[in-house]
Each structure stands twice: as C-alpha cells, then as structure tokens.
C-alpha cells in the first residue's frame, strides 16, 4: 500500500537552476496538496488541487508553480530556486471534502 | 493574526501523566478539526479528526473542540516517552470549497521519565 510517493527524498540545487518535485497518490483522493516546513513554522500550504484541471494558491505562493497532471499526480516546480526555498516540502492527499490529509515521506531540498 | 496558532513549546510532561496541547483558529466557520504528530525528520501522521462540539476519545487521546471559544485541544492520558513528538492542529476554514487545511506551527511535546 504505497498511499503517497514523493520523488525525490533528497536534492541539492544552485541557485538559479530549475526542478520539478513528483507526487503521486493511488488511494482515488480527489484533493492533492503542497506543503513546505521550515523549522518553527508548522507547515505552510503553497499550492493545493480540489480536483483534477484545478488548482489554487496557498500561504504561501511565490516562486512555485503546480500541475495537477491527472487526478493521480501533482507535481511542484521551482523555475529558479533561491536558498530562502531550502525547506523540506511534503506532498498530502485528501478523498472525501473536508477529511484529513495523507502525507508522503518528504523531500528535502537544499539550494546553495 | 495567523489562522491556527499554537505555543511552540517545548512542553515537559512527566511520563505517565496528562499532557495537554491547545490551539486557537481565526476562523468562526470552521468545521473540521484535526491533530497529527511528526517525528522528528518524518512526515504528520493523523491521530485525531474532530467536526462537532465536545469531546471525542481514542483510547489515551480525547480531542475536545468548543467552536464558541474558536478553540480545539489534545489531551494525552499516561503519557509515554513514545509520545515525546511535535503535535500539529489543522483546521479546514469554511471559506474553503477545496478542502484547504492550514495548519498551526506545532507543539513541540516531551515526556520526561
């Protein structure tokens, strides 16, 4: 029972340079979300995905953009990553409107 | 003023007796209320859902949720040092047609021997 896969675990990026985080969920969630943790501040929505072909800006917004590919996958993209991005982010999954969130294993993110 | 607030902590409990977490939410609408522990370097994991006022048990844990007061909380009966985790409360706001959950910034729980 895989619930939500994470691509990669761990990343290293320059400043500058591009990158696209996985997300996959095989439990049929309907809502799919992207969340970052930085130490002391919880963790801050930056985009999340109602539905398939929809999605909407969190807390936390600039300097990401999202697709949601299928109602499976919901991918997260830095175009030009800055050190203020370096974080851990977590991907989660919702089914039924207003129920909790599965979350997956992380990814932590370094930008030098 | 955030949407969900928590005090950070560190909270010491000695093992074995009530450690109780809080939290407020700004948002009067709310309807979904929830609480997850992380460990550190892990990802949440969910140990509560409450949606209505009062209190709801899950052996040692109760969540109680008083809309009035904006206000929700975790109690945690015979702590164990297992329980020694950063515990997150999240909220739904009832703005939200999309199943946006905010989340507060964590307590950070320790039980002492």
């Known amino acids: 029972n895989a619930g939500v896969t994470q691509t990669p675990k761990f990343q290293v990026l320059k400043t500058g340079q591009s990158m696209t985080l996985q997300c996959a969920q095989d439990m049929n969630h309907n809502s799919m979300y992207w969340y970052r943790q930085d130490p002391g501040m919880g963790l801050r929505l930056i985009y999340y995905?109602?539905?398939?072909?929809?999605?909407d800006k969190g807390e936390v917004p600039n300097g990401y953009n999202v697709s949601r590919l299928n109602k499976r996958e919901f991918s997260l993209r830095l175009e030009s990553a800055a050190p203020s991005q370096t974080s851990v982010y977590f991907c989660?999954?919702?089914?039924?409107?207003?129920?909790?969130?599965?979350f997956g294993q992380g990814t932590r993110l370094t930008v030098v | 003023q955030k949407e969900v607030e928590q005090n950070s902590g560190p909270l010491s409990v000695p093992e074995g007796a009530i450690a109780s977490l809080n939290c407020t939410y700004s948002?009067?609408?709310?309807?979904?209320f929830f609480w997850y522990r992380q460990y550190s370097g892990k990802s949440p994991e969910l140990i509560m859902s409450?949606?209505?006022?009062g209190d709801k048990e899950d052996g040692r844990f109760t969540a109680q949720l008083n809309k009035a007061s904006q206000y929700v909380s975790l109690l945690i009966r015979d702590s164990q040092p297992s329980d020694s985790a950063t515990y997150l409360c999240a909220v739904i706001p009832w703005y939200s047609s999309a199943s946006k959950i905010i989340f507060g910034s964590g307590t950070r729980l320790s039980i002492r021997p």
């Open positions: 989660a999954s919702s089914g039924v409107s207003n129920t909790e969130a599965f």
């Open positions: 409450i949606y209505s006022n």
């Open positions: 948002d009067r609408g709310s309807q979904s």
């Open positions: 995905s109602a539905s398939e072909g929809t999605t």
